[in-house]
């Protein structure tokens, strides 16, 4: 199995510039590996990569999010 990259860049929503976003330690298992990262112009940014309902879930509300089996 692949490891997710520790970072990514993406374009900010705000003001264009490239935010660089942080795999962040939630667990061992593969089925979500979310992704945080705060722009220069203070614009935090959300990403996450697996299973597509957990990366919903995350995507929808990541300042309470929890990972659960």
């Known amino acids: 199995m692949l490891k ?3 970072t990514l860049t993406f374009k900010c929503a705000k003001c264009a ?5 942080r795999l ?4 061992a298992c593969s ?3 979310p992704y945080f990262g705060v722009c220069a112009c203070g614009e935090p940014k959300h990403h996450a990569i697996g299973q597509k309902d957990a ?8 300042e309470g ?3 659960h089996h």
């Open 65 to 67: 999010w929890t990972h």
């Open 55 to 62: 990366v919903a879930s995350y995507l929808a509300a990541p």
């Open 31 to 33: 089925h979500i590996q």
């Open 4 to 6: 997710a990259p520790r």
């Open 24 to 27: 962040q330690k939630v667990s």
């Open 17 to 21: 510039k490239a935010v660089q976003v």
